[in-house]
């Protein structure tokens, strides 16, 4: 026993808590809060409108030297709606985000977002066209500005529990820094948890 409360002191005690997030976990949060709409991410207008749209689908995660790397597929259009066809452009392709994440206001926030439309099936070569230039520019601003992965709520939910008589709960959460690793992200907090 007197090992347990020596154990719980210094955890009290530390500065900070280090909280490894796995790509696989973050790809489900990810889909958990923005690809809500059937698997879907909608950057620009939804399911209904058939002829301005622009979505990512199918998101996978991992790193790239010091930045996070997202994998995903873009489907688009920006054509006007003529006798029931659409007229404009349009295309579909696998893409690339390259971006470091940053603490910002307790969400994972994205900066120095790079985008890469992949090529039809060369290695290490990109496509590139007017539509897809625009595409690339207007991702890279909607990414920076849009994109974030709230955290307080799903430490709520793993910290905030009822044990045996006693209730956990947490009074504050702050996110520090959050570091790259091959596997995860390192979320480096400051949280106060109250026991009652």
Do not use: W
């Not at 409360?5 to 530390?14: D, I, K």
């Not at 054509?79 to 579909?92: E, Q, R």
């Not at 977002?113 to 090529?119: D, E, G, L, P």
């Amino acid at each position: 026993m007197p090992r347990l409360v020596a154990l719980f002191l210094c955890a009290l005690l530390s500065p900070a808590a280090e909280l490894e997030l796995r790509y696989t976990a973050l790809e489900r949060i990810l889909a958990a809060q923005l690809f809500t709409q059937e698997g879907r991410h909608y950057v620009r207008g939804n399911r209904s409108t058939k002829c301005q749209f622009a979505y990512l689908e199918a998101p996978h995660i991992d790193s790239q030297n010091d930045h996070l790397r997202i994998a995903a597929r873009f489907s688009g259009r920006s054509a006007l709606d003529l006798f029931g066809g659409c007229v404009g452009l349009g295309d579909s392709f696998d893409l690339t985000i390259t971006a470091l994440p940053i603490p910002r206001n307790n969400t994972i926030a994205l900066t120095e977002v790079k985008v890469t439309a992949a090529s039809g099936g060369t290695p290490g070569i990109s496509r590139d066209s007017y539509y897809i230039r625009r595409v690339r520019a207007a991702m890279s601003q909607s990414i920076v500005r849009d994109f974030k992965i709230e955290l307080r709520d799903q430490a709520r939910r793993l910290l905030e529990q009822t044990h045996e008589g006693y209730q956990q709960e947490l009074a504050s959460f702050t996110l520090n820094e959050i570091k790259i690793t091959p596997e995860s992200l390192i979320l480096v907090l400051d949280f106060r948890l109250v026991v009652k």
